[in-house]
């Protein structure tokens, strides 16, 4: 089936280094799947942070990016610089172009310290 | 305004009991979703609404029901809740279809089942 894998659980930065968080998935029953990163911030909703429907493509959002690696099968959230703001739960998510189907990682918790 | 509105946003529960939770939204979206998380895990989908059809995941036919009197409101309802039942449950809304399939998430109900 298709699968979402976040590998690390919590993330802790120091303030202003760069950030890596990886996600790899598994599409067997989408033909052309959309990918997407969604944050929680503490007390908030989960929101979308960005999100790229073509492969080999970068999506970009609030300093984030990350780009669908069809070959490597991952979409990677990355951060030059992070700030304490930036302290949230993030989720790498699999769809399909109707958005009626989303299939989510665990999670990753990101914390910055100054 | 983008806001997914969720009532209670904290239940408390007997064992088989019946819970009734609510969302709304005010965005005109075609699609209403629920979501279980529980920690450490990944947001499971329990079933959407497109329009007025509601589509339920196989593995969770049977435990929650769901109505959408309007647009604008849905429910997810158990009819007799058990101790598995505990976790956050998350509604979200989408306009379908297309690159812009957004799901915009509410910020949650946390069902604490005794």
């Known amino acids: 089936g298709d699968s979402v894998t976040q590998t690390e659980g919590q993330v802790t930065v120091s303030e202003s280094k760069s950030l890596i968080i990886n996600c790899t998935y598994s599409?067997?029953?989408?033909?052309?799947?959309?990918l997407f990163w969604y944050v929680r911030y503490p007390g908030e909703g989960l929101q979308l942070l960005l999100k790229?429907?073509?492969?080999?493509q970068k999506g970009s959002s609030r300093g984030f990016e990350a780009t669908y690696n069809k070959e490597t099968t991952s979409f990677h959230l990355q951060k030059a610089s992070v700030q304490e703001s930036d302290s949230a739960v993030y989720y790498c998510a699999l769809g399909d172009y109707s958005g009626t189907y989303q299939r989510f990682g665990t999670g990753t918790k990101l914390q910055v310290v100054p | 305004d983008t806001t997914v509105k969720q009532n209670p946003r904290y239940k408390l529960a007997r064992v088989g009991k019946p819970v009734n939770l609510i969302c709304s939204q005010t965005m005109n979206h075609d699609t209403m979703y629920w979501y279980q998380k529980k920690p450490n895990q990944a947001p499971k989908l329990l079933l959407f609404y497109y329009d007025k059809i509601l589509n339920r995941e196989a593995d969770t036919f049977e435990k929650f029901q769901s109505s959408r009197p309007n647009n604008s409101f849905c429910s997810l309802y158990i009819g007799s809740a058990g101790l598995e039942y505990s976790a956050m449950y998350l509604c979200a809304s989408s306009r379908v279809w297309g690159p812009y399939a957004e799901q915009f998430f509410g910020p949650g109900t946390r069902l604490t089942v005794l």
């Open positions: 790229v429907i073509t492969a080999g």
């Open positions: 599409a067997t029953s989408i033909a052309y799947p959309n």
